[in-house]
């Protein structure tokens, strides 16, 4: 079992930036992929970006390539999400998930643990 707790969310204004964090317990993250993905309402989760377990291969989704950086600490058990020039839709509640193998990929069935979410709300 491992308990995954995102930090660092909350109101921005447009052009904005955040920095969130994925605080791991119980459980080591050091040999699993982390995924960061969001679910805005009505809208289905999606993946923003995802970090292999050494950090050497890291994914994001195709539209927040440049404005997204993902990292991680293996010392630290935590992933981070640095977000930039947000805009109003990146406004939803920002999940880390703990991938079920060591490389990530944007398929929520690939991870098994995840956090409560934390809000980030982009306002113009």
């Known amino acids: 079992q491992v ?50 377990s050494s950090g050497t291969m890291i994914r994001y989704e195709d539209s927040l ?20 020039s947000l805009k109003p839709e990146d406004t939803a509640v920002y999940y880390c998930a703990k991938g079920i193998s060591y490389y990530s990929t944007a398929n929520v069935r690939e991870y098994d643990f995840w956090g409560q979410g934390t809000q980030v709300t982009v306002s113009s």
């Open 3 to 52: 308990q995954l707790e995102e930090s660092g969310g909350g109101l921005v204004q447009v052009g904005g930036s955040l920095r969130l964090s994925c605080a791991a317990s119980g459980r080591t993250l050091s040999g699993y992929a982390v995924g960061w993905f969001r679910q805005a309402p009505g809208k289905e989760r999606e993946f923003v970006a995802g970090i292999s």
């Open 65 to 84: 390539k440049g404005r997204f950086t993902i990292s991680r600490d293996n010392a630290k058990n935590t992933v981070s999400l640095q977000m930039s």
